[in-house]
């Protein structure tokens, strides 16, 4: 249905600048200390609470950095499809819970469409997801973005696609990226990545009416190659891990053959890229505010 760091990998326990277990360690440590506070008891915050990298080096960590604010959608390559436009595909719009910031506000539109029937209004970013078999330093990324949608009428056939962190040449097709919103089985709303419903299950519950950040992490290769995808979403302040089919960091196929392993076949053929918008079989609206692509977690983190 839908769309379908460093020069050494990120090693799960290892505290890297950056990475996903000093986040994990300040999210804690901040609870330990406010705990500590409130019953009295003197403390010290750890050195690794207080050395948070700050935004010059973060900003070194990112490929990519929509900053919908200040730009607009100006930042991305392409509108999808072309002749998607301002007043028509998107509108640029004041944040819907207040606090001054323009943000994106994507609608699928009927006679906005692309290769099919499906409306569908997204950008997409340059070329910039590469595999290490083709001359890529590191194949290693960090994919996060915040998003906002709205109480919608989803009957269970309802699939609403939101982003894809590679997706491309040399064919088009569903990506095992992508990412789209499916009714849950409870009522309401749930991700499903890759259009593949036992790799997420029915555990990732998204809210409706507030900010809801995610990153994907990959390493952008074939499961023979050390392919493996990792998620975490955050709902209400706190990031959370989750499970995709069944582990937290799965070895799959990230690329799919014919669809997005052209340098396996022809080094000439362009990179992937990543795409945010509404894409799906029934018109939608969704707001995006921040999109980014990094070498780690932190740089990556859409909420920060």
């Not at 950008?123 to 590469?130: F, G, L, M």
């Not at 209400?236 to 799959?252: K, V």
């Not at 509404?278 to 018109?283: H, V």
């Not at 969704?286 to 977690?297: G, K, V, Y």
Request: charged share 20%; net charge negative.
């Amino acid at each position: 249905m839908g769309e379908r760091q460093e020069k050494t990998e990120a090693v799960p326990g290892h505290d890297q600048r950056g990475g996903l277990t000093r986040r994990k360690a300040i999210i804690a440590a901040a609870g330990v200390v406010a705990a500590a506070t409130a019953a009295g008891v003197a403390t010290q915050i750890p050195r690794w609470v207080e050395d948070e990298p700050p935004e010059q080096d973060l900003s070194a960590d990112r490929l990519f950095d929509a900053n919908i604010d200040e730009r607009g959608l100006s930042g991305y390559a392409k509108l999808i499809p072309e002749d998607n436009r301002e007043g028509l595909g998107y509108h640029l719009v004041p944040d819907p819970v207040g606090g001054g910031r323009q943000v994106a506000r994507f609608t699928s539109l009927p006679e906005l469409t692309l290769g099919n029937e499906f409306p569908r209004s997204m950008v997409e970013t340059e070329p910039i997801i590469k595999a290490a078999a083709h001359g890529n330093d590191n194949d290693v990324y960090f994919n996060g973005f915040s998003f906002y949608v709205l109480d919608d009428d989803f009957t269970d056939q309802t699939w609403i696609t939101l982003y894809t962190g590679g997706y491309g040449p040399p064919s088009n097709g569903p990506s095992l990226l992508g990412i789209m919103l499916v009714k849950h089985p409870d009522g309401g709303l749930m991700f499903r990545m890759g259009d593949e419903p036992q790799l997420l299950g029915t555990e990732a519950r998204i809210p409706t009416g507030q900010w809801v950040g995610v990153i994907q992490s990959y390493k952008y290769a074939y499961a023979s190659n050390g392919g493996w995808v990792e998620m975490w979403l955050n709902t209400g302040g706190a990031w959370e891990q989750l499970r995709i089919n069944g582990e937290t960091r799965p070895n799959l196929d990230i690329m799919r053959p014919n669809v997005t392993d052209g340098w396996y076949k022809d080094p000439s053929v362009p990179a992937s890229f990543s795409r945010i918008g509404a894409y799906g079989n029934k018109s939608y609206e969704a707001f995006f505010a921040t999109h980014r692509i990094a070498r780690t977690f932190d740089a990556a983190d859409p909420l920060r």
